[in-house]
């Protein structure tokens, strides 16, 4: 906080409205605020109020953003994305939403919202209270409703028909075989092409809503609709048994890889009352716990990829392009009319159109195409992570997972330890019955194909105790041999399953698995695929003498992507810049692909580094390269590929005289506050941007660091939690770049260095260590009044 704000004490104390009684925050040295309330509804006001201290703007305008009222503060420029988030809103009855979350959830949200407001209120009656933003672009926050919490859904991690779609133009392009190169398709079940569309008409440009409505606020009036699925990402989580751990409890670690932005996604918070004590990460506009622990139970999540999106592309009447043909013949649109809100000028009216199928986020007349969206996130009780407010008081592992029951999104792989010695996995989600068909590509709306209802969790993949003594899941394809046996469909588009690989060859070799050495691998910087390619390519030496040092040494790396390491530099620029091109060329000229259509298909099939850092279309082209080119031209084009790479890093880097060349010297870690890089001219520009610092790893490690086209990491864990299940004092935490989002607090970017070092805090718990770490008292008082700002 800025010095006119500073408090005068350590100990301040403000009325808040609504408290039953008074409560008391502890925050401590980390900014992790630890809330001592009297009652669950005390709790969760406490915890509104406090993440507005914290993260006031980000959240409303995730709020904002969501319920399609960003025009209302920021001007015309964006009704489109107003209305585009308007129409993928969940429009079902309110209480079968709140219903479907089961008891408390729809009090602790009343609570939290209440909380927020009360801050909202006690923040504007002195606008210098509030963050800077609003002051900035001259706009106050406006109050919030409990459905605002639970009625957007375009903050969860969706993507499937970004997939959709993408298979869809490369099978148009390129045929069917080649989608393989663009995502590897596990199971490898043969692709079945739909029938009854004419896919030449599935271009990017059918997505723009869809990616509107999910991307972020842009602050210049120009929202990109092609970062949408930057935020797409995975995570890690494992869960050891005390038997293979150096204290005998069992260890449960989680490092969920999200955007890497300023502020953080997430939020870390400690509740306690008479008959709850939880502490972990959580999104900040929510209340509860999502990762972490109470009393007996940890939980940690990563994503669990299944195809929960499906696309309807519907004939238009030629005569009336407000019908649209199905199974049951032609059907008209519903339709709504909206008002949408414009600094400066009239409200807009936006018109929406709703099929059987869902929200239509393509209407073509021209082309005679309509294309609604199915999501079961548009479904009751489906608001993402809400339902994680089941579990946070679970007593044992059979009571986590009947809570699992009740969530919907995003799917999960849910881990869990107790203190008592029980620990497990088990997916968490609600994915759809598909029979004959597997949702991989879009659909005609005229087919038939249709959900069978849902699978929930209790019947998804679990496992508890296996003998090996150990589960870790990363997004990678992992179910069981009898999936199919059973007439169910997830996925095929898992994510890469390095990662996965790499966990499990440590947790099978080490039998005293530490707090200290989780940590450490939650910044591991190893790519077992970057090695296993390298092998495969080293049968293709370049005849070159002037490459064969370069060559040399990538055969001999072991594959640590450190930030000094040379060999990372190297074969980063080659196989992601260079290598990957030309063997996607070489390919698909030998399928037959040919002028503009190869062209189109070779820039679709480039896949961005940080979406996932998959090397699996490398492992295969690299197979397909030895049978298909012969030695002779697979070296020759090693030996091009690989001198292009290093022309490329000595106009980067200059000579080796120059300095030398290391990975950390491309591959950085920054984040940039968007909101005071608009305007940085009128700010401070301490708030406007951390870092650069150099990053080994890559999308490919299990220390997550994909990056951009500028080598700016753009995805990775920036909250880290390792749980000492049972004794819970020894547990460590990180939430990058800090807890606040306040650019005058001591927490708005204290904790970005750490996490770059690979350092942790203690994530205390008892209150004799709470205190022990105790900067500040932040106490809410159920009556009175102060004047004193809760902000620091």
Request: proline share 6%; net charge negative; with cysteine.
């Amino acid at each position: 906080m800025s010095d006119e704000l500073q408090p005068g004490s350590p100990e301040d104390a403000i009325d808040v409205p609504g408290l039953a009684a008074d409560v008391e925050i502890r925050i401590d040295a980390s900014g992790i605020p630890h809330i001592y309330a009297q009652s669950r509804d005390d709790a969760y006001l406490a915890q509104g109020f406090n993440a507005a201290r914290d993260r006031l703007f980000q959240i409303d305008l995730w709020r904002r953003r969501g319920h399609g009222l960003l025009s209302e503060v920021f001007g015309e420029a964006y009704v489109e994305q107003d209305a585009a988030n308007r129409l993928l809103l969940y429009r079902g009855d309110m209480a079968v939403e709140w219903a479907a979350y089961g008891a408390g959830v729809r009090e602790a949200v009343e609570s939290f919202v209440a909380g927020v407001n009360a801050y909202i209120e006690w923040a504007c009656a002195d606008p210098v209270r509030l963050p800077p933003e609003f002051g900035l672009y001259d706009y106050l926050p406006s109050r919030w409703d409990p459905a605002d919490v639970v009625r957007f859904r375009t903050h969860g991690l969706f993507y499937n028909v970004e997939q959709e779609v993408a298979r869809a133009r490369t099978v148009h392009l390129a045929g069917a075989a080649a989608d393989e190169l663009r995502q590897a398709r596990e199971p490898a079940d043969p692709l079945v092409v739909p029938d009854g569309i004419d896919w030449s008409l599935i271009d990017e440009g059918v997505l723009r809503t869809y990616r509107l409505a999910f991307a972020p606020v842009s602050f210049d009036g120009t929202a990109d609709p092609a970062s949408a699925i930057e935020g797409v990402s995975g995570s890690n989580n494992w869960v050891v048994d005390g038997s293979r751990t150096d204290t005998g409890r069992p260890i449960l670690a989680n490092d969920p890889h999200r955007a890497v932005t300023l502020p953080s996604l997430r939020y870390v918070a400690h509740l306690v009352t008479p008959d709850l004590d939880v502490i972990g990460a959580g999104e900040p506009g929510l209340p509860g716990i999502s990762i972490g622990h109470n009393e007996r139970v940890a939980f940690g999540l990563t994503i669990w990829p299944a195809d929960v999106e499906d696309l309807y592309v519907y004939r238009l009447d030629p005569e009336d392009a407000e019908r649209y043909l199905t199974d049951r013949g032609w059907q008209q649109f519903e339709r709504a009319e909206e008002s949408v809100p414009v600094r400066g000028t009239a409200p807009r009216v936006v018109g929406l159109r709703f099929a059987e199928h869902g929200p239509v986020i393509h209407h073509d007349p021209e082309r005679g195409i309509a294309i609604a969206l199915r999501a079961v996130w548009l479904e009751a009780g489906m608001a993402p992570y809400v339902a994680s407010l089941g579990y946070g008081d679970a007593r044992d592992g059979d009571e986590f997972i009947a809570a699992l029951d009740r969530w919907g999104a995003p799917a999960v792989n849910q881990v869990f330890a107790t203190v008592d010695g029980d620990w497990g996995w088990q997916v968490a989600a609600r994915i759809p019955r598909r029979e004959g068909w597997d949702g991989s590509m879009p659909v005609a709306g005229d087919s038939g194909r249709e959900w069978r209802g849902f699978v929930t969790s209790s019947e998804l993949p679990s496992e508890r105790r296996p003998d090996r003594g150990w589960i870790a899941t990363a997004n990678e394809e992992n179910l069981p041999a009898d999936w199919t046996d059973r007439g169910l469909t997830a996925t095929y588009d898992w994510y890469s399953g390095a990662r996965a690989r790499r966990l499990r060859e440590w947790l099978a070799e080490d039998d005293s698995v530490s707090v200290a050495r989780s940590a450490d691998m939650q910044m591991d910087e190893l790519s077992v695929h970057m090695r296993e390619l390298l092998g495969l390519l080293s049968a293709f030496p370049p005849a070159a003498p002037s490459l064969a040092r370069e060559f040399d040494a990538l055969i001999g790396w072991d594959g640590h992507e450190g930030a000094d390491s040379r060999e990372a530099l190297i074969a980063q620029i080659w196989v992601r810049r260079h290598l990957r091109e030309r063997l996607v060329r070489e390919r698909l000229t030998a399928d037959g692909v040919q002028g503009a259509a190869l062209e189109e298909a070779v820039s679709l099939l480039l896949t961005d580094e940080s979406f996932g850092g998959d090397l699996r279309g490398e492992l295969i082209l690299a197979r397909w390269m030895g049978d298909a080119l012969g030695d002779a031209a697979c070296g020759l084009l090693v030996e091009e590929t690989l001198r292009a790479a290093i022309a490329e890093i000595e106009d980067r880097l200059g000579s080796e005289a120059d300095g030398p060349w290391a990975w950390g010297r491309l591959h950085h870690s920054s984040v940039t506050h968007p909101a005071f890089a608009r305007r940085a001219d009128k700010v401070d520009p301490s708030w406007v941007a951390l870092g650069p610092t150099p990053r080994g790893g890559s999308g490919d490690t299990v220390g997550m660091a994909g990056y951009d086209a500028g080598f700016r990491q753009s995805i990775g864990s920036t909250f880290r939690m390792v749980l000492d299940v049972g004794d819970w004092d020894r547990s460590v935490a990180m939430n990058s770049p800090g807890q606040s989002g306040d650019p005058r607090s001591t927490h708005y970017g204290d904790l970005f260095g750490p996490w770059v070092a690979g350092e942790t805090f203690p994530l205390v718990y008892s209150r004799a260590a709470v205190e022990a770490r105790t900067a500040r008292i932040l106490r809410l008082r159920a009556s009175g009044r102060t004047g004193v700002d809760p902000a620091s």
